[in-house]
């Protein structure tokens, strides 16, 4: 079974400019959640989407956008970048959110390096 | 507000040696605690999880304790091994975090002498 895939993995943007992350889950799974993590601020939760609904968001800005495909395939968005955007992002996808309480499988991530 | 952390930054042991790492978690209403291993260049890896109902689980080689009363967490690692070196959150869900939404620590890095 394969797992999380994220592409691309590292990139390289200048600030102003906008980023798109791309997101596929494990087969099967229908919730996808995003993650920003930075040396700073450890692992912060960005959003999940859940039917190709927002389900949960975190605080960031609203440069900060995504969306969610039928075939589960997320993508998140930044627009406007700027310096402190610079972090390895994270997607996690989980089956059952019924529950509440979720395993959740992460991807490799994608480095995003903004100068 | 809400936070979940460890006190401990970085953890050296040898080879073999049992490791116990730490976590305090703040929100009363966490229900549901896991924790992660991440290597170098990886996403975070599953490990073992524990439901609030719940005091002790074991794994393979690795035991999550929840003591509620002083809302404490922790992991403890059976004959630690150099694969084992990689740096390890605890994470909390509560039912105000549905789905998701998982609240990480700040990670303990824990290095394993051969």
């Known amino acids: 079974k394969a797992g999380v895939t994220q592409t691309p993995r590292y990139l390289i943007k200048t600030r102003g400019q906008q980023v798109t992350l791309s997101c596929s889950p494990i087969?099967?799974?229908?919730?996808v959640s995003w993650y920003q993590q930075t040396p700073g601020q450890g692992l912060q939760f960005l959003f999940e989407?859940?039917?190709?609904?927002?389900?949960n968001k975190g605080n960031f800005p609203g440069r900060f956008s995504g969306r969610q495909f039928s075939n589960s395939r997320s993508e998140m968005n930044v627009s406007t970048l700027e310096l402190g955007d610079s972090a390895l992002y994270l997607c996690?996808?989980?089956?059952?959110?019924?529950?509440?309480?979720?395993?959740?499988?992460f991807g490799a991530g994608s480095r995003l390096t903004v100068l | 507000g809400e936070s979940v952390g460890l006190h401990l930054p970085t953890l050296s042991v040898q080879e073999g040696d049992n490791s116990i790492i730490n976590c305090a978690y703040s929100?009363?209403?966490?229900?549901?605690f896991i924790w992660y291993k991440q290597e170098s260049g990886k996403g975070p890896q599953f490990i073992i999880d524990i439901r609030s109902n719940m005091d002790k689980r074991q794994g393979q080689r690795v035991t999550v304790l929840l003591n509620k009363t002083v809302k404490h967490l922790s992991l403890q690692i059976a004959a630690t091994q150099p694969g084992d070196s990689a740096v390890y959150f605890c994470?909390?869900?509560?039912?105000?975090?549905?789905?998701?939404?998982?609240?990480f620590g700040q990670g303990t890095e824990l290095s394993v002498k051969p």
């Open positions: 996690a996808s989980s089956q059952d959110i019924h529950s509440g309480a979720n395993v959740l499988t």
């Open positions: 989407y859940f039917s190709e609904t927002q389900r």
């Open positions: 929100n009363s209403a966490s229900d549901y």
């Open positions: 994470a909390e869900n509560s039912i105000y975090n549905q789905g998701g939404k998982l609240i």
């Open positions: 087969s099967g799974h229908r919730s």
